[in-house]
C-alpha cells in the first residue's frame, strides 16, 4: 500500500525558509506526479504545487517565485523549499501522490498526516 | 481560475438519516471533479473521482453524482463515523487545482 510521510516543518520567523520533505513508501515518487496543500488553521484546503513525473513544476500564484518543489529519486524524497516565508505561509503542508487516469482525471491519494508551518512575525 | 462553491456549510443532521452535499463550479468541469473527507486532526481521505467513482475502501453508501457544473455527494444513511469536513475539487483545468470551503457535517 501507498504511503507519503512529511517532515521538516517548524516555527520560523518572517522571512525565513523551511525545507520541507516528503518520503513515499510503496512506489516511486519519481516515476508519479506528486503534489503539495496546505490548509490554514481552521481553514480549506489551498493547492500549492505539483511536480510532474518528468520533473517540471508549477506554482500556486501565492507562492510563485518564493516556494520551489524539486525531487530527489534516490531517496524516493520530494522537497518543498520555502523562502521568504509570510505570516499567511502559516499552516499543514500535505503531500500526497497524484494519480492519473486517461477517462476519470487526476485525483489525490494518498495524503501524508501533514506537518506544520508556522511562520511568527 | 476555476472556482469552486459548497452547501450548505454545515449540514446537521442524525445517525441514520440520508445527507445530501451540494458542489458548484464556477464553469463546466465535466466530470473532472473529486470530494474528499476531513476529519479533525486528520489529512484529508479521498472518497470519489471522476464526479461518481468510489475509491478504494469507501463504504457504498457514499455516491457521487453531476457532471457539467452541479455535483452531489450523497450518504444514504449517516454513520456515527461520517460527522466530518468534506470538500470537493475540480481537476478540470490545472494547475491550479481549486477545492470548495468545505462542507460541515455534523450531529444535530
Known amino acids: 500500500e501507498d504511503e507519503v510521510v512529511e517532515t521538516g516543518g517548524g516555527l520560523v520567523q518572517v522571512g525565513g525558509s523551511l525545507r520541507l520533505s516528503c518520503e513515499g513508501f510503496?512506489?516511486?515518487?519519481?516515476?508519479?506526479?506528486m503534489t503539495w496543500v496546505r490548509q490554514a488553521p481552521g481553514r480549506g484546503l489551498e493547492w500549492v504545487s505539483i511536480?510532474?513525473?518528468?520533473?517540471?513544476?508549477y506554482y500556486a500564484d501565492s507562492v510563485k517565485g518564493r516556494f520551489t518543489f524539486s525531487r530527489d529519486c534516490p531517496t524516493n524524497t520530494v522537497v518543498l523549499q520555502m523562502n521568504s516565508l509570510r505570516v499567511e505561509d502559516t499552516g499543514m503542508y500535505y503531500c500526497?501522490?497524484?494519480?492519473?487516469?486517461?477517462?476519470?482525471?487526476?485525483?489525490?491519494?494518498?495524503w501524508g498526516l501533514g506537518t506544520l508551518v508556522t511562520v511568527s512575525s | 481560475e476555476i472556482v469552486m462553491t459548497q452547501s450548505p456549510a454545515t449540514l446537521s443532521a442524525s445517525p441514520g438519516e440520508r445527507a445530501t452535499l451540494s458542489c458548484r463550479a464556477s464553469?463546466?468541469?465535466?466530470?473532472?471533479l473529486a470530494w474528499y473527507q476531513q476529519k479533525p486532526g486528520q489529512p484529508p481521505r479521498l472518497l470519489i473521482y471522476?464526479?461518481?467513482t468510489r475509491a478504494t475502501g469507501i463504504p457504498a453508501r457514499f455516491t457521487g453524482s453531476g457532471s457539467g457544473t452541479e455535483f452531489a455527494l450523497t450518504i444514504s444513511t449517516l454513520q456515527s463515523e461520517d460527522f466530518a469536513v468534506y470538500f470537493c475539487?475540480?481537476?478540470?483545468?490545472?494547475?491550479?487545482?481549486?477545492f470548495g470551503p468545505g462542507t460541515i457535517v455534523d450531529l444535530k
Open positions: 500526497a501522490k497524484v494519480n492519473w487516469n486517461y477517462g476519470l482525471g487526476v485525483w489525490f491519494d494518498p
Open positions: 510503496g512506489f516511486a515518487v519519481c516515476g508519479n506526479y
Open positions: 511536480v510532474y513525473d518528468r520533473g517540471d513544476s
Open positions: 464553469q463546466s468541469i465535466s466530470s473532472d
Open positions: 471522476g464526479a461518481s
Open positions: 475539487q475540480q481537476y478540470k483545468n490545472w494547475p491550479p487545482f481549486t
